[in-house]
C-alpha cells in the first residue's frame, strides 16, 4: 500500500532529497507542523534569534559553500523579517529556498492573525515565488525551488505553504520531472560571437577584464586565470568578485568603483575594451554611467540577458554561463596568435600603481586604525580565513585590504548593502565549512541591528570570530555629512551610546576582547585564534574620523576620483 | 511611440500580478494590458502596449518571469489589431438622426437607446476608435469605456500571396 504521510512530512523529505544538511530559521504558529519532523530529521536546525538572521544564514551558508541555503520560518511578521534577506540574495544572485508557514487556506484574505501577503510581498524580492494550493504539490514545489535556485542566474526562490496543507495527508511520491516551459537558461554562448569578442580583443590596446560574482557563482575562476594569462591582460574584480581571481596574481588590479583603488578605477576609465564577465555596470563600479570609459568598446559575458544592454551597450553580447563561455574562448585562443605584450598599456598601469597605491598611515600612539587591524588580522591568520563583512566603511577596507586568493572566501552584502549582514552571514558561513576560520569583520552601527545572533552562535556551538572595529559612528554616513553637508553631523553617532561589546559577547555566551591601543591588536588577534569552541569578539576601538579613500563621489565622473579628505577638497572646489 | 507585444505566459494563478508587478518594479508604462484564454488551456495570452523607448528592456524582463513562455514584440503593421469601445453620447430628440447617420458611416452600432443619450459599441481597428470618438465628442461624450488593445501576428504566407495578387 502506498505510503499515506502528512504535508508537513512530505516537505522535510523533499527537503532531504535535495541533499538539505541544514536548515535557518524559527517556528511558529503557521509552519509548526513543519518543525515536528524535524526532530527525527537528518537534516539540521540552527535556530535563529531573528527571521532576517536566518534569512542571511542561509546566504551565507550559499556564498561559503556554493551550495543552495535554506531559511524555514512562519507567515505574517515572520515572513516580512525574511524579506531583507530575500532582497539581499536577490541582488547578489545568491541560491536561497525560502519556506514560508502561511494562514489557513479558509483564512486567506481575511486578515487573520499573523497574516501577511507573503505571495505579493515577495515577488519583486526573488526570482521565482509560489502560493501553494494542495498538499500534493508540496514535492514538486521543492523541487523546483532547487533547481530555480541554483541554476541560470542564480537567485532566492520562496515557497509559501498553508498550514492546512501541512496537516493534510498525501500518499508520498517523488517529485517528477521539472514542468517549466519559459526557463530555459543558456548555457553556452554563440560561437560567432565568441570569435567576434575575440577580434575585438586582438585588435585592442588597452583591453581590462572586467569580473564581477558571475565567475564566482559559476565556479569559473579556473577558467579565468587560464584565460586571462592566456590573452595578457590586466582584471579589475568588483566587490562580488574579490577572491575570483589571486590578488597576488600581477595580472589583477583589485577592486574598482566609488571606494575602488586609484589604479583599477583608472584602467576601467581609459580602457579601449572591457571584457566584462558576470558584471553588471552597477553605479558603485560606473559612476556616471555617461562618463565611464567612453573609449571602450564592450564585450557583455552574461548568463541573464536581461543585464546586457541594461546600463551600457554591449559591442559584442555573449548571453551564456561564465564557465561554459570562458571555456568557449580558450578553445578560440588557441586558434589564434598568442597574445601581444601590450608593454605600453602594463607602464601605464604600473606607474598608477607606484603613484597611487592604498595607504594609510598607523600612529604607534594610536588611535587604531582600521586598516592596521585588518592587515594584522591577514598576517596573523596568514590570509587563510573566510571574511565576512558587514556594510559600510569597514567592508570597503576589508575588501581593500584584505589579500583574497580563492573564491568563496569573502562574503558580503554588495547590491543591496544590508547593515547588519555579517555575523548572520558569518555563522551560515561557518555551518557550511567547519573546517574553515570565519571572521566577521563588522563595524558598531552593523553589529547594534544583528548582534544579537551572536547567541546563535554560541548555543549552537558555532565559533565564529568578529573584528569589531567600533569608531562609535555611522561612519560612512558620517563620512558624507563631512563631505557633503560641511561636516553637520546628524544622528550619526553613536557614542557615548554604545554598549559594551566584549561583555555584549560574553552575555551572549561567547568570549569578549577588546583592543583600545594599536600594540594590543596582535596579541588580542592571537588570543581569539586560540578559542575555537565557542564564538570570540574583539572589539577594536578605532579612529573615530578615519575616511575612507579613495572615493568618487555618488553620481560623479571616476575621472574625479579623490584619494584623500584634502584632494576630494581640491576636487570638490575647484578655486 | 507605442509597441505591441504578444506574452504567451502560462495560466497559472497569479501570472498577472507576476507581470503587473515587474512593470511596476521596472518603472515601465503600460498603455493597457489585456489577458484571456488561447486556444491552449495551459497557456494564457496577454496583449500589452507599452510606452517609450525600452523595449529591449521590457522583453528581456518579461522573459526573466518563470511563467512566461514567449515574447513577441509586433512591428508596425505586422499584426491584426482590435479593440472594442462602448461610448454613451448625448442625443438629445432634435439631433439624434445626426448622430445615428455618423454612427452609420463609421460602422458603430447602437446598444443602449436612452432619452438623452446613446451607447454605441464600436469595434475595429484603433484608428477607427479614435476616429469615431472624435467624431462623437462635437456631440458630448458622457461616458467612455474601452478594452485595451487585442492582437494576433498576420499569417505571413497569406500577406505575401496577397500583395502578389495586388
Known sequence: MPEQITGAQALIRSLEHEGVEIVFGMPGGAILKAYDPIIESPIRHVLARHEQGAGHMASGYAHATGRVGVAMVTSGPAATNLLTALQDAYMDSVPVVAITGQVATTSIGNDAFQEAHTWGMSMPATKHNTLLTSVEEIPDAVREAFHLASTGRKGPVLIDIPKDLLADTMTWHRPGEIKLPGYKPAVKGHPRQVKAAFDLIDASERPVLYIGGGVVAAGATDELKEFAERINVPMVTTLMARGAFPDSHPLNLGMPGMHGNYTATTALQRSDLLITIGARFDDRITGDPKHFATEAKVIHVDVDPAEIGKIRFADVPIVGDAKAVLGQLLAEAEKRDPAPSRRPWFATIEEWQAVYPLAYEQDPDGPIQQQFVIEELHRITGGDATIVAGVGQHQMWASQFWGFEEPRRWINSGGLGTMGYAIPAAIGAKVGTPDELVWAIDGDGCFQMTGTEMITAAVEHIPIKVALLNNESLGMVKQWQHLFYDGRLSETELHPHTPDFAKFAEACGGTGLRADHPSEVAGVIEQAMSINDRPVLIEFRCDPEAMIFPMVPAGGSNDDIAMSREDFMSVEDPT | ?166
Do not use: C, W
Open chain 2, 1 to 166: 511611440m507605442k509597441h505591441i507585444i504578444a506574452v504567451l505566459v502560462e495560466n497559472k494563478p497569479g501570472v498577472l500580478a507576476r507581470v503587473s508587478t515587474m512593470f511596476a518594479r521596472r518603472g515601465f508604462n503600460i498603455h493597457s494590458l489585456t489577458v484571456g484564454p488561447t486556444e491552449d488551456p495551459t497557456l494564457s495570452r496577454m496583449t500589452v502596449v507599452v510606452d517609450g523607448p525600452e523595449m529591449e528592456q521590457i522583453v528581456k524582463q518579461l522573459y526573466k518571469l518563470v511563467h512566461t513562455v514567449k515574447v513577441t514584440e509586433f512591428e508596425p503593421g505586422t499584426a491584426v489589431e482590435r479593440e472594442l469601445m462602448l461610448v454613451r453620447v448625448k442625443a438629445d430628440p432634435k439631433r439624434r438622426g445626426e448622430i445615428l447617420d455618423a454612427a452609420r458611416v463609421s460602422e458603430a452600432r447602437a446598444v443602449d437607446v436612452g432619452a438623452a443619450t446613446i451607447t454605441f459599441e464600436v469595434v475595429g481597428p484603433p484608428e477607427r476608435l479614435a476616429d469615431f470618438l472624435q467624431l462623437m465628442s462635437t456631440y458630448g461624450v458622457v461616458a467612455l469605456a474601452k478594452s485595451g488593445r487585442i492582437a494576433l501576428a498576420k499569417d505571413q504566407k497569406t500577406s505575401k500571396k496577397q500583395l502578389k495578387s495586388a
